[in-house]
T-cell receptor
Framework: GQQLNQSPQSMFIQEGEDVSMNCTSSSIFNTWLWYKQDPGEGPVLLIALYKAGELTSNGRLTAQFGITRKDSFLNISASIPSDVGIYFCAGLPWGGATNKLIFGTGTLLAVQP | DAGVIQSPRHEVTEMGQEVTLRCKPISGHDYLFWYRQTMMRGLELLIYFNNNVPIDDSGMPEDRFSAKMPNASFSTLKIQPSEPRDSAVYFC?????????FGQGTRLTVV
């Protein structure tokens, strides 16, 4: 099925560093969502974006809905060990089936204390 | 609300056996999704329902897979007969307005 291009695939960083990851698509999206998946658990919604250009924060997390509506970014500031996990972007394509989310391939984040 | 509830959390079965995975969506959510997650293929949408009606089952890999939603609070995903390549984590998710909420998943191992 269709998937979003998410990068990087993995990141290995030191505690305290900032992190940035992004998702891109060749088509326009109405909604962008960012999820985090801990080992052995289901994805948990972190941030939802609904308007082009929208910038939303959730604690140390900040995400943006790209102006072109074809991309989104997630930044994590001052990373801590519990940030470890897989981060997924997801989106609802413009003109697509209602509520049929398309997922990115995921970014694996490892944080060394 | 307790969130999306899936059972069992883990299932180990022998090849050829029937497997049934269960899901209780969040009350009031009118969409329910079944996903499969593997290392190789990531998160794949298998099928989704709107108001208990299957809308898109194009992700269901084979006729061995079937899903039902007899009412707004319960759905099943059945694999019959199961094969080793069906081993994966199966997630159920529900939504009302675009933001999908996931269950904890069922880790299926077919030996």
């Amino acid at each position: 099925g269709q998937q979003l291009n998410q990068s990087p695939q993995s990141m290995f960083i030191q505690e305290g560093e900032d992190v940035s990851m992004n998702c891109t698509s060749s088509s326009i999206f109405n909604t962008w969502l960012w999820y985090k998946q801990d080992p052995g658990e289901g994805p948990v919604l972190l941030i939802a974006l609904y308007k082009a250009g929208e910038l939303t924060s959730n604690g140390r997390l900040t995400a943006q809905f790209g102006i072109t509506r074809k991309d989104s970014f997630l930044n994590i500031s001052a990373s801590i060990p519990s940030d470890v996990g897989i981060y997924f972007c997801a989106g609802l394509p413009w003109g697509g089936a209602t509520n049929k989310l398309i997922f990115g391939t995921g970014t694996l984040l490892a944080v060394q204390p | 609300d307790a969130g999306v509830i899936q059972s069992p959390r883990h299932e180990v079965t022998e090849m050829g056996q029937e497997v049934t995975l269960r899901c209780k969506p969040i009350s009031g959510h009118d969409y329910l999704f079944w996903y499969r997650q593997t290392m190789m293929r990531g998160l794949e949408l298998l099928i989704y329902f709107n108001n208990n009606v299957p809308i898109d089952d194009s992700g269901m890999p084979e006729d061995r897979f079937s899903a039902k939603m007899p009412n707004a609070s319960f759905s099943t995903l059945k694999i019959q007969p199961s094969e080793p390549r069906d081993s994966a984590v199966y997630f159920c998710a529900s939504t009302k307005g675009g933001e999908a909420f996931f269950g904890q998943g069922t880790r299926l191992t077919v030996v």
